[in-house]
Every structure is written in structure tokens, then in C-alpha cells.
């Protein structure tokens, strides 16, 4: 049993990095299938995919690198824990390395970038915080 799946989802995503894989399959969650799409959409990943069916759901990330092979993704970390949530207000969301990040919230309007819950005046629990 897993404790913490989103956890466990960036450290594959940052172990994929690491050994420089071209793409990571992750077992499928709602909740991972959103965040898989905000990388998507913030440019932090090329591509997701949902393979499979039933209880073999999986999600396929195609990870993406700039043109001297390092990895968009320099730095991945989960914020709000099972035993320490974080939430934050709609004007508070945090500006991760003065904007060049991204912070992954949370709201009641689904799994939003920071910027898109201050555009939108949500606030929630704060997941991740990539960079």
C-alpha cells in the first residue's frame, strides 16, 4: 500500500530525468492524470497518455529536454504531505523562483498552475512545486 502517490509520482518523474529516459509509465490515478496535465500544458513535459484498461490503467510521460539534452525539469518537490498539508489563499499561491517556476495547487475548480488560481481568485492545498 502506498502512502502518498503523488509522491511517488514526481520521484519517478525525477528518477526518469536522471537516467535520462525518454519517457516514464506511472499507474493511473485521477489525481495524477490532472497533474500529468498541467506539466503538459506549463511545457514541463511533452506529452501524457493514458495506456491500458481496468486496474492496468497506466499513465505514459514522454519527458522532454532542451537541445543540449538536459532536462527541462531541474528541480521537482512536493510540498503539502499526508502529515503537513500546506493551503494558501488565492493572492498567497507561491511564486516559485520568482515566476521561472510553477507551483501546483490543488482548488475547488480542479488541479490548477499558480498563476491560472490567482487569474481565476482560488485558493487550496498546495501539491508541488516545480522548476
Known sequence: ???DPIAD???RIR?????????VDI???NVKERLAAVL????YLKDSAVTGE????QIRLSLRYDARRQPVITGIQRVSRPS???YVGAESAPRIRRGMGVSILSTPRGILADHQARKQHVGGEVLCAVW
Open 84 to 86: 503537513l498539508r500546506v
Open 40 to 43: 503538459v500544458e506549463e511545457g
Open 1 to 3: 500500500m502506498m502512502t
Open 9 to 11: 509520482f514526481l520521484t
Open 54 to 57: 481496468g486496474t492496468e490503467k
Open 15 to 23: 528518477n526518469a530525468y536522471r537516467a535520462r529516459k525518454e519517457r
Open 27 to 29: 499507474p493511473w490515478s
